[in-house]
C-alpha cells in the first residue's frame, strides 16, 4: 500500500494522479516515485545504512520472492 509522502496516509490511485486520502495531495505518479524514492534514501543514510548494504538486502528480497514463486508452482 502506498503512503503519502507528506502526511503518511493511504495514497490511491485515480488516473492520472495518486491522491492522499487523508491530507488529498495529489501528484502524477513519476512525480509520486521519485519523491517516495528520495524519503527511502534519506531514511537510509539516517540509518546508517550503506549503499552495498541496502543493495545486498534488496537483491536478497528478490531472491526469496523468486524461491517462494518457484516454490508455490510446485
Known amino acids: 500500500m502506498a503512503r503519502c509522502p507528506d502526511c503518511g496516509g493511504e495514497v490511491k490511485y485515480k488516473a492520472p494522479f495518486m491522491v492522499c486520502l487523508d491530507c488529498g495531495l495529489s501528484m502524477k505518479r513519476w512525480d509520486f516515485d521519485e519523491q517516495s524514492k528520495k524519503i527511502k534514501a534519506e531514511f537510509k ?5 550503506s549503499e552495498e548494504e541496502s543493495d545486498r538486502k534488496e537483491r536478497q528480497k528478490k531472491r526469496d520472492y523468486h524461491d517462494w514463486i518457484m516454490k508455490k508452482e510446485d
Open 45 to 49: 543514510k539516517e540509518m546508517g545504512e
